[in-house]
């Protein structure tokens, strides 16, 4: 069975830092992308990031570009998400989900972690 | 950046009632389309990509149509589980974007 499971969410204060990880298990994860996406309290769904496979190649989304970095570790199916100089806008469930061979759609989801940004 | 506006924000109706819902893009994004189911608490659920086709184990009651700019999700007769909220994404272009939802609520 595919699995997802994020960790390492939180409270922090504004201007501080938190790392996301995400654990994959049931598919080999080296040949899938990997994304990042959040839900902040009562709104949609904000696409953050995505990591290609291999790792070589990332991308964001404007509002987090220059403050967030993804990351893997094949060896450990395992992607991060550093995030820093967080604000409260940042505030939000972060999904981790599994891109399907064709990037961009994501076919299985973690449940969250969620992230609270305040003083 | 690709804006998806979804309409209606809200639609009620009734277990057994068909549904159709509509996502219009911003610019042209070819079939790229993708839509997903989420209810209160969960993770969202991957139902059709690449405009109509179905996702792993989604039911045939699930389809998408569409090109270019303008798509619909069709549930052909609700059922108590689909009561949920439904959102539209595109790959065409980065950064990926999320239509801002539809909830389908019970009548």
């Known amino acids: 069975e595919v699995q997802l499971l994020e960790s390492g969410g939180g409270l922090v204060q504004p201007g501080g830092s938190l790392r996301l990880s995400c654990g994959a298990s049931?598919?080999?994860?080296?040949?899938?992308?990997m994304s990042w996406v959040r839900q902040a309290p009562g709104k949609g769904l904000e696409w953050v990031s995505t990591i290609s496979g291999s790792g070589d190649q990332t991308f964001y989304g404007d509002s987090v570009k220059g403050r967030f970095t993804i990351s893997r570790d094949n060896s450990k199916n395992t992607v991060f998400l550093q995030m820093n100089s967080l604000k409260a806008g940042d505030t939000a469930v972060y999904f981790c989900?599994?891109?399907?061979?064709?990037?961009?759609?994501?076919?299985?989801w973690g449940r969250g972690s969620t992230v609270t940004v305040s003083s | 950046e690709i804006v998806l506006t979804q309409s209606p924000a809200t639609l009620s109706l009734s277990p057994g009632d068909r549904a159709t819902l509509s996502c219009r893009a911003s610019?042209?994004?070819?079939?790229?389309l993708a839509w997903y189911q989420q209810k209160p608490g969960q993770a969202p659920r991957l139902l059709i990509y690449d405009e109509s086709n179905r996702a792993t184990g989604i039911p045939d009651r699930f389809s998408g149509s569409g090109s270019g700019t303008d798509f619909t999700l069709t549930i052909s007769s609700l059922e108590p589980e689909d009561f949920a909220v439904y959102y539209c994404q595109q790959r065409h272009n980065w950064p990926w974007t999320f239509g801002q939802g539809t909830k389908v609520e019970i009548k």
């Open positions: 610019q042209i994004i070819n079939t790229y």
């Open positions: 049931g598919f080999t994860f080296r040949n899938h992308a």
């Open positions: 989900a599994k891109d399907a061979l064709r990037l961009g759609v994501m076919d299985v």
